[in-house]
């Protein structure tokens, strides 16, 4: 299994600020992604984070307001730049160790956006 | 692309008795299914998983069978308690290699009471 460390676990922070969240996990692993989740709702895919390249987006989320960095196979940064309380949710870094293995999860940071 | 579909919203259950939570998907590869669930201001954890054609797979009291022929992965248990109150996610993983994307559903809130 994989062990995903995140920080800040939550945070407030102004309309129109940048925030960072960290994650790193316990061991090199292959793939990381960064989900959103809105209150009691599902989980959506923003990115698979590629190691020493761009990340890969899906459709709605885009770099220049969520740029993802991943510098090496255990640590990846998400950044929320210009911060709208629409993006107030919970951010869940995860990750495999293969295709048909689980997909773990940090215990996710909840940003709230005043 | 790949979609996973959860046709309940919200179970209410008095504990002691069955459920059945419903999954279907759709993909044009060879699916591994998985449910996670996620009890309160938590990060969801993985719950069952099967990419195995009619084999049950057991867990913590709960069951599900994958069966290609109807795209089917529905989750039950014989007798609910009151700490299996949380959501529940059906996901599915297609092909793509390491960075196969989880792809989850819309998520089943099952409320047990006494």
């Known amino acids: 299994s994989v062990l995903l460390y995140q920080k800040p676990n939550r945070d407030i922070c102004q309309s129109g600020t940048s925030l960072k969240i960290q994650c790193v996990a316990d061991?090199?692993?292959?793939?990381m992604f960064w989900y959103q989740q809105f209150q009691e709702q599902s989980l959506m895919l923003m990115a698979t984070?590629?190691?020493?390249?761009?990340?890969?987006?899906e459709s709605g989320f885009t770099k220049d307001k969520f740029p993802i960095s991943r510098p090496n196979l255990t640590f990846s940064t998400l950044t929320v730049n210009n911060a709208r309380p629409g993006d107030s949710s919970i951010y869940f870094c995860?990750?495999?160790?293969?295709?048909?293995?689980?997909?773990?999860f940090g215990k996710g940071t909840r940003l709230t956006v005043v | 692309g790949d979609s996973v579909t959860q046709t309940e919203g919200l179970v209410t259950l008095t504990k002691g008795l069955p459920v059945m939570l419903n999954c279907t998907y759709q993909?044009?590869?060879?699916?591994?299914l998985f449910w996670y669930v996620q009890h309160l201001n938590e990060a969801p954890k993985l719950l069952l998983k099967?990419?195995?054609?009619?084999k049950r797979t057991e867990h913590q009291g709960f069951y599900a069978t994958l069966h290609k022929s109807s795209s089917s992965f529905h989750l039950q248990k014989s007798s609910v308690q009151l700490s299996d109150s949380a959501l529940y996610f059906c996901?599915?993983?297609?092909?793509?290699?390491?960075?196969?994307?989880?792809?989850f559903g819309k998520g089943t809130k099952l409320s047990v009471k006494s």
């Open positions: 099967s990419s195995t054609d009619n």
């Open positions: 993909t044009t590869y060879s699916p591994f």
């Open positions: 984070a590629n190691e020493g390249s761009e990340a890969t987006y």
């Open positions: 995860s990750s495999s160790e293969g295709v048909g293995t689980e997909v773990f």
């Open positions: 061991s090199q692993v292959v793939s």
């Open positions: 996901a599915l993983r297609g092909s793509g290699g390491s960075n196969a994307k989880l792809t």
